[in-house]
């Protein structure tokens, strides 16, 4: 580990001038970006600004092309980083849920405990359990995924990644993908995790959502962060003209 | 004319020529001789139960054997195929490029007479059998396991590597089972084509004991002069092939109405 060299972990996730390229087309151009202990932060900006690249360099699955990324302290952009220990460390929530469609709800959520934490089984499916009923889906331990509404998916997904106990989740438009009378029970989830007070980075469009529970939006576009702050100041009185107008355009 | 009854009037020359093809070739079909030649029961009757417990029996023991080997290659050129590292992809490639251009008896003859004389080694034959059809069929099933691994969505792997899964885990839990899914009925195809292509090994010179259905099938006709054994040899092989494409067509239509 790399603990030594390490600031102090003043942040849960800390992001230093971090680039990105798709071979010529650079995604991410100097992200300076930090996310407290505790702290909820939404992400929002236009389609192609590089959102969910930023999101998914956090847990590396992108590689940053240049910059930093510390998550509690520790560089994982290091080569030395353990990175599948860091991702277990760190929930993922995708648009498309990326359920195990194979598995049952209750070996998707014990599958990456009992071959990643090495829990037994009997504790695995404790966990799974309680977490299940966290997101209040107790009754589909034995459904398989395909059988389920798309906000039962995207909570079991959520459930999956809560039983691993995460320091952190990161969330990349969880509600994008679902009818609108599906998004409701996904975010009363959310907003659950919130109060629990849960470290979470959301890339959403729910501008509502983002108004209510957010301590920090951040609004990024072509690669950049243009501006953050609290959400009644970035969402009610932007300082910033591409603010503006994107939120005119999706308010 | 209208063009209904145009349509009907093509439609019943149709059957007609049909009925009278059927009826010429019946009558002009010397039906005694054919019987006696095809379908000689009394040759027939001689083969059982030998056709099934030595011969069906050994060409299923073979198909199995091949089948297992290949499958294990298969899957592992197809990661290999798939892997970051280069010679491991070059080397796959190459390997499929070969092995599915070559003639499959030109692999026995080369597995079956090339290795003992190059090293002298005289292996158990079932060694030599299931190299010589198993080297092959590696080689088709590995670009159908490529294709099945490469058809389970990409969100797949990055939903079990986000779990903190490393890549050869999330492979194994995760990818290759949905991708089996998918290939099941290709694979299925693969094996009716194996069991077909275990009558090429008699040129290993089966015995009496390690004789497959088509050898079997020969050397009587050879005995006795007559083609029924190969009719009876034809029938057992359809016996185990129809169901299998009759599976394949059900495991496919599963398939699509899963999607
Ligand atoms: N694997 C990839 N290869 C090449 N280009 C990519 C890849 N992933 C993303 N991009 C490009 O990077 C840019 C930013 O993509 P990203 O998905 O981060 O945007 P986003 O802000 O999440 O947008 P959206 O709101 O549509 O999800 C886009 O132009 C996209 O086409
Ligand atoms: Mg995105």
Redesign the pocket.
Same mark, same amino acid.
């Given at each position: 580990m790399t603990t030594a060299s390490a600031p102090p972990a003043t942040h849960a996730i800390e992001v230093r001038d971090l680039h990105?390229s798709? &071979?010529d =087309?650079e !995604? =991410?151009s100097g992200i300076d970006f930090t996310v407290g202990h505790g702290e909820v932060v939404c992400v929002i &900006?236009? /389609?192609? /600004? &590089?959102?969910?690249? =930023? =999101?998914?360099c956090v847990n590396r699955l992108?590689e940053p092309t240049s910059g930093q990324i510390f998550i509690e302290g520790e560089d994982i952009t290091h080569p030395d980083a353990d990175v599948d220990a860091l991702r277990s460390r760190i929930g993922m929530v995708f648009?498309s849920f990326n359920l195990f469609p194979h598995l049952s709800v209750l070996r998707n959520l014990t599958l990456a405990q009992k071959r990643v934490k090495k829990r037994p089984k009997p504790e695995a499916i404790e966990v799974a359990k309680r977490n299940l009923d966290r997101v209040g889906l107790s009754d589909k331990i034995d459904a398989f995924p395909a059988h389920l509404s798309g906000g039962q998916q995207q909570r079991v997904a959520i459930a999956r990644a809560l039983s691993m106990d995460p320091d952190m989740m990161l969330f990349?438009?969880p509600t /994008?993908a679902l009818d609108p009378e599906l998004v409701g029970e996904v975010l009363e989830v959310m907003r659950k995790l919130v109060d629990e007070g849960m470290t979470m980075m959301v !890339?959403t469009?729910e501008m509502g959502f983002a108004r209510e529970v957010a301590d920090r939006v951040v609004f990024?576009d072509g &690669?950049v962060v243009v501006e953050e702050g609290p959400p009644e100041q970035i969402l009610a009185d932007p300082q910033h003209e591409r603010t503006r107008r994107f939120l005119q355009m999706v308010l | 004319m209208t063009k209904r009854q145009r349509q009907r009037l093509v439609r019943g020359a149709l059957y007609a020529v049909f009925v009278l093809v059927v009826l010429v070739v019946s009558l002009v079909a010397d039906w005694p001789r054919i019987q006696h030649s095809f379908f000689n029961l009394e040759i027939a009757a001689e083969m059982f139960p030998r056709v099934v417990t030595v011969a069906a029996r050994n060409t299923l023991l073979y198909t199995f054997l091949a089948f297992t080997f290949g499958l294990g290659l298969g899957l592992l050129l197809a990661l290999m195929r798939l892997s970051t590292i280069g010679p491991y992809r070059w080397f796959a490639r190459i390997y499929i490029e070969i092995f599915r251009g070559l003639p499959a008896l030109l692999t026995i003859f080369l597995v079956g007479f090339g290795l003992p004389i190059a090293f002298g080694v005289r292996w158990n034959i079932l060694v030599y059998i299931t190299l010589g059809l198993g080297l092959v069929s590696a080689a088709y099933m590995a670009e159908t396991i490529r294709a099945g691994i490469e058809g389970v969505p990409k969100g797949q792997m990055e939903a079990a590597r986000s779990l903190g899964m490393s890549y050869s885990r999330a492979m194994m839990s995760v990818v290759i089972p949905q991708g089996f899914r998918i290939v099941i009925p290709p694979l299925t195809n693969e094996l009716v084509l194996l069991i077909k292509d275990t009558s090429l090994l008699f040129v290993l010179g089966t015995t009496a004991t390690t004789m497959e259905l088509l050898k079997y099938g020969r050397d009587l006709l050879n005995q006795r002069f007559n083609p029924t054994p190969l009719i009876v040899v034809g029938l057992v092989y359809l016996a185990i092939t129809v169901p299998m494409t009759q599976l394949v067509g059900v495991l496919e239509r599963r398939n699509q109405r899963a999607r």
């Open positions: 990105k798709f &071979g =087309l !995604v =991410l &900006g236009p /389609s192609g /600004s &590089g959102k969910s690249t =930023l =999101l998914r992108e648009q990349d438009e /994008s !890339v469009h990024m &690669g | -």
